[in-house]
């Protein structure tokens, strides 16, 4: 027997009702690529974290300037760090007599032939992280030796200090 042209009807309509709703994922793999590049840059610009030794206590500083990407030169108890590499112990450099230390100031050199950006005007930069006890001395004979190695943009790792402790 022929069903009639409502009895179709009735029937196409029940038929569409009971196929279940598909999502479209090609949409939210769109919003989620969107939503974590923008969670990657957002969260890499505000901190840089400097590799250091844990017996390094860094001074405290006010400063509101972010560090800017440089090589960083660590000065331990024992030696003396450019990249993770131990170049020379810090016994060695005091009792070295002169300002330029002559194997921190190859290192520099082969660190800066290596490096791929054209130096600028003020100097290649360069991160100092040390010990807020470290003795001027090595310290004045650290940053010349950076100089004269074409590093004359010398920042020092410091601790920001917390609006707690201003009060």
């Not at 690529?33 to 969670?39: A, E, G, K, N, Q």
């Not at 190859?106 to 100092?128: K, M």
Request: with cysteine.
């Amino acid at each position: 027997m022929k069903a009639s042209a409502k009895a179709k009807r009735i029937q196409r309509h029940q038929r569409r009702g009971k196929n279940q709703g598909k999502l479209n994922l090609v949409s939210l793999m769109d919003i989620f690529t969107i939503l974590v590049f923008f969670l990657m840059v957002n969260s890499s610009s505000d901190v840089q974290v400097l590799n250091q030794d844990k017996s390094v206590k860094l001074p405290i500083s006010n400063a509101d300037q972010m560090p800017k990407e440089a090589l960083a030169l660590a000065v331990t108890n024992e030696d003396i760090l450019v990249g993770g590499r131990a170049i020379v112990k810090v016994e060695q450099l005091r009792n070295f007599n002169g300002d330029i230390e002559p194997l921190l100031k190859a290192e520099l050199d082969y660190q800066a032939s290596r490096s791929r950006a054209a130096p600028s005007p003020l100097g290649r930069p360069i991160t100092i992280v040390a010990d807020r006890e470290l003795p001027y001395e090595l310290l004045k004979k650290i940053m010349s030796t950076c100089v004269d190695s074409g590093y004359a943009s010398i920042s020092l790792a410091v601790n920001k200090q917390s609006s707690a402790q201003e009060a």
